[in-house]
């Protein structure tokens, strides 16, 4: 006399899976379980910045005009560029 077990279709696909060794902590493990990889390093540039300078005190004329002059800038009117 024969015995049949009735499995349903997860069960099925379970024990399938145990026994054909695919399952969690198989022996049979593939190339991807078995090789190391070591990761590139990574590389990080130290930059150092100089902090901003503190404006200096310009010395200054008194004349708007001969300041401008000093610097290289001579409009044609002072007071429409002030302006």
């Known amino acids: 006399m024969v015995k049949r077990f009735s499995t349903s279709g ?3 696909l379970l024990l399938i899976v145990v026994l054909s060794g695919c399952g969690e902590g198989a022996n049979s493990a593939g190339p991807a379980a078995t090789e190391t ?4 390093p990574t590389v990080t540039k130290t930059v150092t910045v100089a902090p ?5 005190s310009m010395s200054t004329t008194g004349s708007y005009k001969a300041d ?6 001579v409009p044609d009117n002072v007071q429409s ?3």
């Open 37 to 40: 990889s070591l990761a590139a």
């Open 52 to 56: 901003t300078p503190k404006p200096t």
């Open 68 to 73: 401008l002059a000093a610097l290289g800038v």
């Open 81 to 83: 560029y002030a302006d």
């Open 10 to 12: 997860p069960a099925l």
